[in-house]
DNA sequence: TCTTGGAATTTTTTT
DNA sequence: AATTCCAAGA
């Protein structure tokens, strides 16, 4: 989108609406704007802040701008100093769970921490949580520990503490799940760590148990603005209320109709019930919406008018473009996947390009972006992925993190355990075993107790040696810490245990992995410590903290031209000329667990609106007929949610392997569509490794086809490139590319119709006519 | 203590 | 398909 930059200083109202005007001069007290998708938001809470401090003098380092994504934060800081012409010093912007983990390591001993505490992660906390388990008798195999885990955090995102959780936890995974609860918090304390529903439940219990900390923070914040209100959990709202309660000056910014987190907690009714929790409060609607074209937005509105649970709203158009919404139907994700991809290929040349940064493919799921990955991968088009597998998720990142983690904080058993066992030093599970049992009975912590020649008497003279030299590399490490650039000490501590050497013994994707490696120091010397007005943190510290909060969008190199992937959890917030959405198929999306829970299916489908109005231009929904989960293939339904959509609204496309499939190998005496006809043999049955005939639960029959004749002629001559050939639908064409041979011989078509572009078709079946011209 | 091979098991979304 | 878990052997 390009704006016009003008000077600082002038024009921060100018182009708003009138709606937008108003959330933007709203004076004193709450404000509630519900915006709809694209109806510029963001523009009004950064014009706003602009505002507050320019014309109402409002400091800096009194506005506390919650946002969703940290690097939602940066940007908002980027452009309010470009409407200031200087920076916002001192202004606190960032997710609820890092503005919490500031909170607490200014008032660090109040928890009952150290400013240094570690953030455990999803894998760390349910290391503690199997380790608990264990001590008391938590049988994992009957209640496992994610089970365990996750109930635990639901507690705490309701700001349900352990000695109330007991009382009111009936059923039998509740009252094993209390159990380790209690236990958890402890043991959390002991090792000087917090969970990431703790970095909201910590600071909520400093300010209602410490009222000098409550004022001091009140009178702080003399504004506080929260974005995507409508996925605050309980404890997010309670910390806005705890905040902002007395003056009340909150303008929180949401839209009902994008609340996609439900699963973790959050809580529509915090927006739908907004003007009871803040008596007096001013509401705005932005209704307008400068995003989408009519086709995308008509879709939205569409789709979304389903749902029963709204206040209710519709999106105006502002813009023009007719386009209509492409919906694809593919043969399976491989063939879905190369459908897009070809179209992403095509849609760069002819009259207007796409850039591949102007693209989206968005999921349900992260296990759908494989098939994307291998196309795009294929095809030589560059792709970045947000989530799946993250960067802090690899086994090597991993284990050099733990080293730096212990480093840091000392007490974090969880960070030895994982640090000591790379590279092997003969110190198996029996000994780490030893000592902890020795450790806990001397109240120490782990490397506490590996140093102590007096602890360790009952242990083997190799295994005290190998602690004592453990414990002096990291009290090495320590002392360097204190004012070394993390880098160097990256550099220091994969040197000292020979990383490297240890990866190449160890076998495979080892180039990969010393590129992580390298690449992991090379991020940390970049992490300069921006300490923004927090001190007495070592470089290392500020480094942890923000490896620990950093989310999958954070971490992207936004100016690289490449197509984007991720799911569509991840696209809330983002927009693109091109959007495709993948897997349009019941059960994959909406998911089937949702089926039987008219709240979920309403939230399935709220993210699908979510995902339709991220597209500025153009709009593709994709599916397969089945598709691999799991190893094995499925048959796969039209997606509920198309069937809801009005006739005329999508442009029905098939891949051209569906295509021909669908015409080779119709029943003879069938109609020319694919709908009513009885499943004979086919090739989702047999795929999914049943026998013909055999019916599968839960899916209607998908009409007739059958696998085709294995006599299925694939003549003479080989196609070469340059050829001109015909197309029964797509025209005449010029062969572009020539891949694989036999039955599974397939062409690259640039077909002289634009509109079609360029196509990839299996010889065998595309019944082209050659020798034409 | 550590490796290895076979078996078992995949929760959907994330700070 | 891919990862993780576990038992047996070196």
């Known amino acids: 989108m390009t704006r016009t930059l003008a000077a600082p200083q002038e024009h921060a109202l100018a182009g708003l609406n009138p709606a937008q005007r108003a959330a933007v001069e709203h004076g004193d007290g709450p404000l509630l704007v519900l915006a709809g998708a694209g109806s510029g938001k963001t523009r009004v809470l950064t014009t706003r802040i602009v505002r507050l401090i320019r014309e109402r003098g409002v400091p800096a380092h009194r506005i506390l701008a919650v946002t969703f994504t940290n690097k939602a934060a940066g940007e908002m800081k980027e452009r309010i100093e470009r409407q200031l012409g200087e920076v916002p010093a001192g202004i606190w912007a960032g997710t609820f769970h890092s503005v919490g983990a500031r909170m607490l390591r200014a008032n660090a001993a109040l928890v009952g921490r150290t ?3 570690t953030i455990y992660d999803e894998d760390d906390a349910l290391a503690l949580v199997k380790r608990v388990m264990e001590r008391h008798k938590v049988s994992p195999r009957e209640w496992t520990p994610r089970s365990i885990l996750s109930a635990i955090s639901g507690a705490k995102n309701a700001l349900v503490p352990p000695a109330e959780y007991e009382q009111v936890a009936r059923d039998p995974l509740g009252r094993n799940a ?34 000098d900390r409550l004022e001091g923070y009140r009178a702080k914040f003399a504004h506080i603005l929260v974005d995507e209100y409508q996925d605050t959990n309980r404890a997010q709202y309670r910390l806005v209320t705890l905040l902002g309660g007395a003056r009340g000056n909150v303008v929180v910014v949401g839209d009902d109709d994008q609340s996609i987190y439900g699963w973790r907690g959050a809580d529509v009714r915090n927006i739908l019930e907004f003007e009871r929790d803040f008596p007096g409060a001013a509401v705005v609607r932005l209704e307008e919406n400068y995003r989408s074209a009519p086709p995308v937005l008509a879709l939205a509105n569409a789709v ?58 968005l999921y349900r799921t992260n296990a759908q972006s494989r098939a994307f990955e291998e ?19 690899r086994r090597e990142v991993r284990d050099l993190m733990a080293y730096l983690k212990l480093v840091a904080n000392p007490r974090d058993d969880e960070a030895f355990r994982r640090a000591i066992a790379v590279p092997r030093r003969g110190l198996g599970e029996a000994t780490v075993e030893l000592l902890a049992e020795l450790a806990r009975a001397a109240g120490l912590s782990l490397l506490e107790a590996a140093d102590r020649p007096d602890v360790l008497a009952g242990a083997r003279p190799a295994a005290r040696a190998a602690l004592a ?25 994969v040197a000292s245990i020979n990383y490297e050497g240890f990866l190449r013994a160890d076998g495979d994707n080892v ?10 120091v090379d991020a940390a010397a970049e992490a300069v410590a921006d300490e923004e007005g927090e001190v007495g943190l070592t470089p290392l510290d500020h480094y942890l903290q923000r490896a620990s909060l950093a989310a999958g969008l954070d971490a992207l190199d936004p100016t690289a031209d490449a197509v984007l992937l991720m799911t569509m959890h991840n696209a809330k917030g983002l927009e693109f000329p091109m959007v495709v959405i993948s897997g349009l198929e019941d059960g994959l999306f909406p998911l089937a667990r949702a089926y039987d829970d008219p709240a979920e299916l309403e939230e399935e489908r709220r993210l699908f609106y979510v995902g339709i109005t991220r597209a500025e231009d153009r709009l593709y929904l994709t599916r397969a007929e089945q598709r691999r989960r799991n190893g094995q293939f499925l048959p796969s339904r039209k997606s509920g949610f198309l069937d809801r959509i009005p006739a005329g609204m999508l442009d029905e496309r098939a891949t051209p392997r569906a295509r021909s499939m669908g015409r080779a190998t119709l029943l003879p005496d069938g109609g020319s569509d694919v709908s009513g006809v009885p499943w004979g043999g086919n090739a989702g049955a047999r795929a999914a490794g049943r026998r013909p005939g055999q019916s599968v639960p839960g899916y209607r029959d998908l009409g007739g086809w059958k696998s085709a004749p294995e006599d299925e002629s694939q003549d003479a001559a080989a196609i070469r490139i340059g050829e001109r050939v015909r197309h029964r639908k797509f025209g005449t064409g010029t062969i572009a590319e020539v891949s694989g041979n036999g039955r599974d011989a397939k062409v690259k078509v640039d077909f002289d119709d634009e509109a079609i572009g360029r196509k990839t078709l299996v010889v065998a079946q595309a019944n082209l006519e050659r020798g034409i011209d």
Do not use: C, M
């Not at 919404?325 to 849609?347: K, M, P, Q, T, Y």
């Open 511 to 520: 180039e990969d992995r010393l590129a992580n490696v390298a690449s992991l």
């Open 115 to 117: 400013p240094q505490f």
């Open 178 to 211: 209390a159990v380790v609860y209690r236990e958890l918090e402890p043991a959390l304390r002991a090792l000087n760590a917090v969970t990431f529903d703790d970095l909201l439940v910590l600071p909520v219990q400093l300010l209602e148990q410490h009222r």
């Open 304 to 361: 979304i008018s389903e749902n029963s649970a709204r206040r209710g709203k519709v999106l105006r158009p502002t813009r023009g473009g007719d386009t209509r919404v492409v919906s694809v139907h593919a043969l399976d994700e491989r063939d879905e996947a190369e459908w897009v991809v070809g179209e992403i290929r095509a849609r760069r040349g002819g009259r207007d390009p796409v850039q591949l940064r102007d693209v989206a493919i």
């Open 375 to 393: 196309a795009l991968r294929s095809k030589g088009t560059p792709y970045r992925i947000v989530g799946a597998v993250r960067f802090y998720d």
């Open 469 to 493: 030299d453990f414990a002096a590399l990291v009290a090495r490490l320590r002392r360097r810490a204190a004012d070394a650039p993390v880098d160097e000490l990256l550099r220091d501590l």
